[in-house]
């Protein structure tokens, strides 16, 4: 432990003597630090404890049309591990706090095309088909000191101001459990997997996604299938301080596997927004279909479905959510309140009800010594309606997170 604390804070001080000491910064190095402590107790293993720290240091060479990309990502635990990362550290009487200690490259591509409207990436590179955190089929898994990331060729191309394509074809994905976990489909996902996404602003006020997914896992073969769909989102602006917002998604799934039957992903959103302050109505169900569920294998899972993650994985009876969130900024302090409620989508279960609040704060740059810094909290507990249901357990859960950060740029 003492030599990983050493590492961290090495990289940190060389980060930060970089950041705020250079007089002529590199062009093209930043970094991202971010301290976290993160709590998790359930009613089966014992409470776990996290005080974790990351660094990335990411360089982009030259300012060509080519430019090589490295990012090398660096994680530490400190005051021991008292947690379940995953698998890679073998403490399994903890609850999961899925943030394994390691050094990884953890982006390494090029990129061409940087100063075009177009961009073509190959190689290692943080790819999601939607912003962060609304990652629903395909992301980063940010909220992770470990980010998820992808061996890839990937090509983003605006036809005009109204139509954008992005295709990628991935052949690895590089999972937060880290490399050396060892169990190898937690470690890496390796696939054929074809990722096409088109987005389209039919009018000022409207956006519409058009996404198709062929994902096929070279030894996590049940999760390899076929995916289809659309999402609307839109905005009613009135002649008053009210706007109401809303979105609709649909998606058709195939498995490869031919004993699972076809399944489907339904989502309908509903808010209003004024003053800063948005209230939001949200029902969003994966479907399940004779023992077989609707999965979504490389998302950022952690934004969708409760803060508790107990869903990453859908039950094969399926999941419905029905979730009620307010967010918005009161001073210089932003919140986000959520209330979710859980039930089967077959057999009539109800796993459970959770509620969640977040809290931030970000120094303003006329701060003269915490410019750019940022730090929140934040706290969710699920409460489980069923204890077992066909073997997949719902047990009460409580987690608690206090982090600290900054991202620096360089150029």
Request: glycine share 8%; proline share 3%.
């Amino acid at each position: 432990m003492q030599k990983r604390i050493a590492i961290f804070l090495l990289i940190c001080a060389l980060g930060w003597v970089i950041a705020v000491g250079a007089e002529a910064p590199s062009e093209g190095l930043s970094a991202e630090l971010r301290l976290r402590y993160e709590t998790a107790e359930d009613s089966v293993n014992d409470d776990a404890n996290a005080y974790t720290g990351r660094l990335a240091l990411k360089w982009v060479v030259g300012d060509g049309m080519i430019r090589p990309v490295v990012e090398v990502e660096h994680i530490s635990a400190f005051l021991g591990e008292e947690y379940n990362d995953g698998g890679a550290n073998r403490k399994s009487q903890y609850a999961v706090i899925a943030d394994p200690v390691g050094t990884e490259i953890n982006q390494l591509y090029i990129h061409i095309g940087a100063d075009e409207p177009w961009e073509l990436l190959l190689g290692r590179q943080e790819l999601a088909h939607r912003p962060y955190p609304w990652q629903r089929y395909a992301g980063t898994v940010s909220w992770r000191q470990n980010e998820q990331t992808m061996d890839a060729i990937s090509l983003r191309y605006p036809f005009n101001e109204k139509f954008e394509f992005h295709g990628a074809y991935i052949m690895n994905v590089n999972r937060i459990f880290g490399e050396d976990n060892p169990n190898p489909t937690r470690a890496n996902f390796e696939l054929d997997g074809l990722m096409l996404t088109s987005n389209v602003k039919v009018q000022e006020n409207i956006a519409l996604d058009l996404f198709m997914f062929d994902l096929a896992f070279d030894e996590a073969t049940t999760l390899s299938s076929q995916t289809i769909g659309f999402r609307v989102d839109g905005t009613w602006t009135t002649n008053t301080d009210f706007d109401f917002l809303y979105s609709g998604e649909f998606a058709w799934q195939q498995p490869d596997t031919e004993m699972f039957d076809d399944t489907s992903y339904r989502m309908l959103s509903a808010g209003i927004t004024t003053n800063g302050h948005t209230l939001k109505f949200k029902n969003e169900l994966l479907g399940s279909g004779n023992g077989n569920a609707f999965q979504t294998p490389l998302a950022t899972l952690h934004i969708h479905q409760g803060w508790a993650d107990r869903f990453l994985s859908t039950p094969a009876e399926g999941v419905s959510n029905t979730s009620i969130n307010a967010s918005g900024k009161l001073s210089e302090v932003k919140y986000t309140l959520e209330f979710n409620t859980y039930s089967s989508d077959e057999g009539g279960y109800d796993f459970g009800t959770e509620f969640g609040a977040m809290l931030s704060y970000s120094w303003p740059n006329e701060s003269r010594f915490l410019a750019g810094w940022s730090m929140g909290g934040k706290f969710t507990a699920f409460s489980a309606d069923t204890g077992n249901v066909d073997g997949t357990s719902f047990n009460d859960v409580t987690k608690f997170w206090f982090w600290f950060q900054r991202k620096f740029t360089l150029d």
